[in-house]
């Protein structure tokens, strides 16, 4: 036999091993659909109780009312629990959204706890940059060390100096610039 003889493709029959009545299978579409609303029951309830475990955590923290059993810090209340220390404090974060407006219960039960914190993330992100300067340093290298030590401590005041020289005293930036095209030839 050559080579080209020996390559054979078998299909599995993908049902094999299911009822193969209607009735069986009726049955077996009856108790998948079943599991699959018992899931989505368990998904809510549990969606539900995190929610009801970030107000609690959240009232607790704010009231102090972890200093009733002798806790110094709300870190060490979180300790004696299941709850993780990072969960926790995600879940804060995104109570304090809720109570400031930018989120609700039904946007995180429909999203999920994690793409809610994504999302806040994404805006605190966008506001950061909002507040950054926009304009980007300057880079240039000085031939002299004192002035360069000079400028180095005095960078506010540099800004301040080449800002007010290009916007109020463009007479002398022209003669600075007629003195370096000189300079150059």
Same mark, same amino acid.
């Given at each position: 036999?050559?080579?080209?003889?020996?390559?054979?493709?078998?299909?599995?029959?993908?049902?094999?091993?299911?009822?193969?009545?209607?009735?069986?299978?009726?049955?077996?579409?009856?108790?998948?659909?079943?599991?699959? %609303?018992?899931? /989505?029951? +368990?998904?809510?309830? @549990?969606?539900?109780? *995190? !929610?009801?475990?970030?107000?609690?955590?959240? =009232?607790?923290?704010?009231?102090?009312?972890?200093?009733?059993?002798?806790?110094?810090?709300?870190?060490?209340?979180?300790?004696?629990?299941?709850?993780?220390?990072?969960?926790?404090?995600?879940?804060?974060?995104?109570?304090?959204?809720?109570?400031?407006?930018?989120?609700?219960? %039904?946007?995180? /039960?429909? +999203?999920?706890?994690? @793409?809610?914190?994504? *999302? !806040?993330?994404?805006?605190?992100?966008?506001? =950061?940059?909002?507040?950054?300067?926009?304009?980007?340093?300057?880079?240039?290298?000085?031939?002299?060390?004192?002035?360069?030590?000079?400028?180095?401590?005095?960078?506010?005041?540099?800004?301040?100096?080449?800002?007010?020289?290009?916007?109020?005293?463009?007479?002398?930036?022209?003669?600075?610039?007629?003195?370096?095209?000189?300079?150059?030839?």
């Amino acid at each position: 036999m050559s080579k080209k003889d020996k390559k054979e493709i078998i299909l599995n029959d993908r049902n094999v091993g299911f009822g193969e009545s209607s009735s069986n299978i009726k049955n077996d579409e009856k108790e998948y659909q079943n599991y699959k %609303d018992r899931l /989505k029951k +368990i998904t809510v309830n @549990e969606i539900n109780n *995190k !929610i009801e475990i970030m107000e609690i955590l959240y =009232n607790i923290r704010e009231k102090k009312l972890y200093r009733i059993d002798g806790y110094r810090r709300f870190v060490d209340f979180l300790s004696q629990f299941v709850i993780g220390r990072s969960q926790a404090f995600l879940y804060l974060r995104l109570y304090r959204r809720v109570l400031m407006g930018e989120l609700n219960m %039904d946007e995180i /039960k429909q +999203i999920g706890f994690r @793409e809610a914190y994504r *999302k !806040i993330r994404e805006v605190d992100v966008k506001k =950061n940059r909002s507040k950054e300067n926009l304009i980007k340093p300057l880079r240039f290298q000085l031939k002299n060390q004192n002035s360069y030590d000079f400028y180095k401590k005095n960078a506010k005041l540099t800004g301040f100096i080449l800002d007010r020289l290009f916007l109020q005293k463009q007479d002398l930036l022209k003669e600075f610039v007629n003195e370096f095209e000189s300079s150059r030839k």
